[in-house]
């Protein structure tokens, strides 16, 4: 990532504060005006959305560290330990939204004001709406792993709302109050899955998990077409930690190549994989001819 995307992730990551803090004083003066276990439901989901605010903002800042003598390979991972936090707080979330919202399906009751606490509320998805797309679109732009957390986990809260607004309409429209309680419910179950994703992928992150299938075909395309004077590729490895993509493999040269050529080649490579999938850090292990191949090959395209 260079230095203005880093300012962009940043400054949004900071912008969420005010951001979350605001979204959940709208949702909560609307459970306040009209005593939805629903609205309450939503309005629990944003202070999760606040603390994850706060998380995200100090993990970016930490993570954009440069790689120093205990950190060699940076501190990107850092990302997914905010976006692991986060997942956890939405599974929280999910299960205080369960245990208010069972105490009410015994005694359900009609909303109070509805249209004043509808109308908020639908204020409040909206803005969460346009908030959750920049903070993705700019998380996956620059491969912050945070700040496309959260804008992830914001969009679940947009679901979550649309929901809310549905149901709650449905309880006015037939006089049926137990729509309000059960709808929390039906909320907290959404939450929950998506909080479940959430972990999962930083997981897949922490884990060193090799990049996405057409990740790795652009990296192996750049190499089979710009590996002209070697022999072959073989155990080739990717992952990913945090905005940085590791690429490392072994190419095999003519045992008769200098050491000047091979460098020309590898730095070739690099260019390309570089060109082809930015922000990768790049180890190539050369090898004479006859090593025996293993791990994952590409088969290098000869000069005509």
Same mark, same amino acid.
């Given at each position: 990532?260079?230095? #203005? ?8 990551? *900071? ?10 004083? $709208? #949702? ?15 309005? $629990? ?37 905010? +976006? ?33 606490? *509808? ?100 990296? #192996? ?5 710009? +590996? ?43 260019? +390309? ?18 090593? #025996? ?12």
């Amino acid at each position: 990532m260079n230095e #203005k995307g880093s300012l962009t992730v940043r400054r949004l990551a *900071l912008w969420g504060i005010p951001m979350s803090l605001g979204v959940m004083g $709208l #949702k909560m003066v609307a459970w306040w005006v009209t005593g939805s276990v629903a609205l309450l439901s939503d309005g $629990l989901e944003s202070t999760v959305n606040v603390v994850a605010a706060f998380i995200a903002f100090f993990v970016i800042r930490y993570a954009q560290k440069p790689a120093d003598h205990d950190h060699p390979f940076g501190h990107h991972k850092a990302e997914y330990f905010s +976006a692991v936090t986060e997942g956890a707080l939405i599974v929280v979330a999910a299960l205080l939204i369960v245990n208010e919202a069972i105490g009410h399906l015994s005694d359900p009751r009609m909303l109070d004001a509805p249209a004043l606490g *509808l109308a908020i509320n639908f204020v409040a998805g909206i803005i969460n709406a346009v908030w959750a797309q920049l903070l993705i679109k700019t998380g996956r732009k620059y491969r912050s792993a945070a700040l496309t957390a959260d804008g992830q986990h914001i969009m679940s809260d947009v679901v979550t709302s649309v929901g809310v607004l549905a149901g709650l309409l449905l309880a006015l429209a037939t006089g049926y109050a137990i729509f309000d309680p059960v709808l929390a419910i039906l909320v907290a179950i959404n939450i929950l899955y998506q909080g479940w994703k959430v972990i999962w992928h930083s997981i897949g992150g922490l884990m060193d998990q090799a990049v996405e299938p057409g990740e790795e075909e652009a990296i #192996k395309q750049a190499i089979a077409t710009h +590996a002209a004077g070697s022999i072959g590729v073989h155990d080739l490895k990717t992952r990913r930690a945090g905005t940085v993509t590791f690429v490392d493999f072994h190419l095999v040269v003519p045992a008769a190549l200098s050491v000047r050529q091979a460098h020309d080649i590898c730095d070739r490579l690099e260019d +390309a994989i570089r060109a082809a999938h930015p922000g990768s850090s790049i180890a190539i292990h050369v090898e004479p001819e006859g090593e #025996k191949a293993h791990g994952i090959r590409v088969k290098v395209i000869k000069e005509a």
